[in-house]
């Protein structure tokens, strides 16, 4: 069966980088595309970052672009999320997601599989 | 940037009740709308693509609907284990709403 294993998470200093990862069984790694997803305890959902099966595409929203790098390493079945200049209210559990095309069409997908999240805290 | 915005906030029902949640883009999404349930301490799970479109496995009381900017979700007969936040997400820039909370009366 599918499993997104997290890891990576803790408290660190505003400014201070961390880098979290995913490691993925079940599937064939290569061949889907992944994405980030960042909820503060008891808030909703943000989307954070994407990346392409093949990694040339790589899509960030506003919040964290230029502070964010995602990354895949298909060797190890494994996504990384790079998280420089740590701010404040990047404070959130981050789940990694699994992209689900369900046609070839470029907006025709959904998330169907969840990694367990892993918690971040940007405090001094 | 598309904006979601789900109505209501959140509700308390009964179970057996029919329970309607509302998801309004601010801009024309055509169909390219999920929704997704997530329990307390636990990661989200989809239940429908495609604004109208059951994920294998989800029981067949969830339904969904519409097109363009206002999609809804529908629970025919609402069950204890709905007990739940709903979000919508578009896919374009892959927006979430900020949810709905339910809650068995």
């Known amino acids: 069966q599918v499993q997104l294993v997290q890891s990576g998470g803790g408290v660190v200093q505003p400014g201070r980088s961390l880098r979290l990862s995913c490691t993925a069984s079940?599937?064939?790694?290569?061949?889907?595309?992944m994405h980030w997803v960042r909820q503060v305890p008891g808030k909703g959902l943000e989307w954070v970052a994407f990346i392409s099966y093949d990694g040339s595409l790589k899509y960030f929203g506003d919040s964290v672009k230029g502070r964010f790098t995602i990354s895949r390493d298909d060797s190890k079945n494994t996504l990384f999320l790079q998280m420089d200049s740590l701010r404040t209210e990047d404070t959130a559990l981050y789940y990694c997601?699994?992209?689900?095309?369900?046609?070839?069409?470029?907006?025709?997908?959904?998330?169907?599989?969840w990694g367990q999240g892993t918690l971040v805290t940007v405090s001094s | 940037d598309i904006q979601l915005a789900q109505s209501p906030s959140s509700l308390s029902a009964a179970v057996g009740d029919r329970v309607t949640i509302t998801c309004r883009a601010s801009q024309s999404i055509g169909r390219f709308l999920n929704w997704y349930q997530q329990k307390p301490g636990k990661a989200p799970e989809v239940l429908m693509y495609?604004?109208?479109t059951l994920q294998g496995g989800v029981p067949s009381r969830f339904s969904g609907s519409g097109s363009e900017t206002d999609f809804t979700l529908t629970i025919s007969s609402l069950q204890p284990e709905d007990s739940a936040t709903y979000y919508c997400q578009e896919t374009y820039r892959r927006t979430f709403g900020q949810g709905t909370k339910v809650e068995i009366k």
């Open positions: 997601a699994k992209d689900r095309p369900y046609t070839s069409g470029w907006y025709e997908y959904f998330f169907d599989h």
């Open positions: 079940g599937f064939t790694f290569s061949h889907f595309g």
């Open positions: 495609a604004a109208s």
